[in-house]
């Protein structure tokens, strides 16, 4: 029997980076593919301590079932962590919890997104968010991305152009880009949703992850200097790179009209976050222990992050280039072709594998027009010794 399939599903495709992790259990593979955290690093005794609290404390609130919107206490701290980041004016009603901020996205398919709809994302993007988006029917037009993250000239002759009907945008330490938006280009955006009247999605998942001087202002805190902004801008948060992705905690800052249909689309498909895991998440946050373990995995990514950068410029030369992250999980470089050397992500990619190390080729993440010499490496759950081995692996497949 052929199983008559909806038709949304003709125009999504399987994961390439989970397709790639099923090679990923290879003895020996040295993997720079993640797109996680390093789970040596997890505040273990933290969130051991806030799951006793939140049983001890609120047994039933933790165990029972809950409001949609999300666990009252956890919307109230994740208020207090982003106040503490410069973003003064949200107080817990302005926001919802969701099950990781991937599912952010989807609501926002799910209430914004009818067939046909054009929406601009950035090239390249965060894979999940083309394929999200294009579930529910939405045309992806890509804006360029570079060291200072969206050109916004061209961001503003695509609005004009398309007239879409929202922007998304990873402004700090993107996935797969890590790059950072000058605060120019952020005012810039603002301004222009504004002028145009067009919603602006901001993820975030990442901004707490710098290196050394803090990023610029997110775009929901500068958002208080141009006036009008606020209202045409949702912000999307996550606990998953700071703390943990098992946890499964998010959320979503926005008009409350959209918040009010996200909501009642959440309804149907998980009730609500587990409360379990927003009550451990409150009880962590109220512990005040997010600082400390911050500024830990700051350092050892920071640290990290130059091994890799240096690592890639003795060994490759000038068959590579790339932007030095100020933070995030990754480095996103282009193969040059220099001295006749390959130039195909995909190909090397597949060499790569046979000697015994694994990155994602970057053409998976443009919506449009994929530029085949790129690729994405992640440092994040390499130690240093490592880092220079499967380096050196990479030198050697090309």
Known sequence: MTIPF????????????????????????????????????????GIRDAVNTALTEEPGAALQYGATEGHAPLREQIASFMAAKGVREVAASDLIVTTGSQQALDLLG?????PGDKVIVEGPTFLATIQCFRLYGAELITVPVDGDGTQTDALEQLI????????????????????????????????????????IVEDDPYGDLY?????????LALSAQVPGSRELLVHCGSLSKVLSPGLRVGWMVGPAE?????TMCKQFSDAHTSTFAQATAAQYLKAG?????????????????????????????DAIEF????????????????????????????????????????APFYARHPDPATLRLSFATVGLDKIEEGVGRLAQAL
């Open 6 to 45: 909806a038709t949304r599903l003709d125009n999504v495709e399987t994961s390439a980076i989970r397709e790639l992790f099923k090679l990923l259990g290879r003895p020996g593979i040295i993997s720079f593919a993640g797109g996680f955290p390093d789970s040596a690093l997890f505040d273990v005794q």
């Open 110 to 114: 799910k209430t914004l997104i009818s």
């Open 160 to 199: 004009a152009e398309h007239q879409p009907k929202f922007v998304y945008l990873i402004p700090t330490f993107g996935n797969p880009s890590g790059a950072l938006m000058s605060l120019e280009r952020r005012r810039a955006v603002l301004e222009m949703a504004v002028k145009h009247h067009m919603l």
């Open 211 to 219: 290196f050394g001087e803090a990023p610029p202002p997110s775009l």
């Open 258 to 262: 959209l918040l009010a249909k996200a």
């Open 289 to 317: 222990r997010m600082p400390a373990t911050l500024a830990r995995v700051r350092q050892v990514y920071a640290e990290r992050a130059t091994a890799m950068g240096e690592a890639l410029r003795r060994e490759l030369g």
């Open 323 to 362: 932007v030095q992250p100020q933070g995030g999980l990754f480095i996103w470089a282009r193969l040059t072709g220099a001295r006749g050397q390959l130039q195909d992500g995909g190909e090397l990619a597949r060499r790569a594998i046979d000697k015994g190390v694994a990155f994602v080729p970057g």
